[in-house]
């Protein structure tokens, strides 16, 4: 499974951002995404990689950091393998590398329990 992030760039305070998290594989079939969990992560400079929030591929549910509740919203489109992260009302305590994962089984709020990972997109914001 490889997974493409993208959409990241800068935003000032109160403004919006969409990224994407777009998934391929030689054998990662639309009926196969069913079996995923897909979640978002950040990563600010020296501190520890938190959860965001995360999505249900089969069953569409959804689970948010408190920190982004309200703000964010995580979706998918089926037909292209691909999950969002819409990001309202940002903070400069947004700022940070935002990273796609994927696991098989339901998601998680825990990185460590995630196997594939996408390259990151630097999402920052100005006060």
């Known amino acids: 499974v490889q997974l493409q992030a993208s959409g990241g760039g800068l935003a000032q305070t109160g403004g919006s951002l969409r990224l994407s998290c777009a998934a391929s594989?030689?054998?990662?079939?639309?009926?196969?995404?069913?079996?995923?969990?897909m979640g978002w992560f950040r990563q600010a400079p020296g501190k520890e990689r938190e959860f965001v929030a995360a999505?249900?591929?089969?069953?569409?549910?959804?689970n948010y950091a408190d920190s982004v509740k309200d703000r964010f919203s995580i979706s998918k489109n089926n037909a292209k393998n691909t999950v969002y992260l819409q990001m309202n009302s940002l903070k400069p305590e947004d700022t940070a590398v935002y990273y796609c994962?994927?696991?098989?089984?339901?998601?998680?709020?825990?990185?460590?329990?995630?196997?594939?990972w996408g390259q990151g997109t630097q999402v920052t914001v100005s006060s």
């Open positions: 994962a994927s696991r098989e089984g339901t998601y998680s709020k825990f990185a460590a329990n995630y196997d594939y």
């Open positions: 594989g030689g054998t990662f079939s639309s009926s196969q995404m069913s079996w995923y969990g």
């Open positions: 999505i249900s591929w089969s069953t569409g549910s959804t």
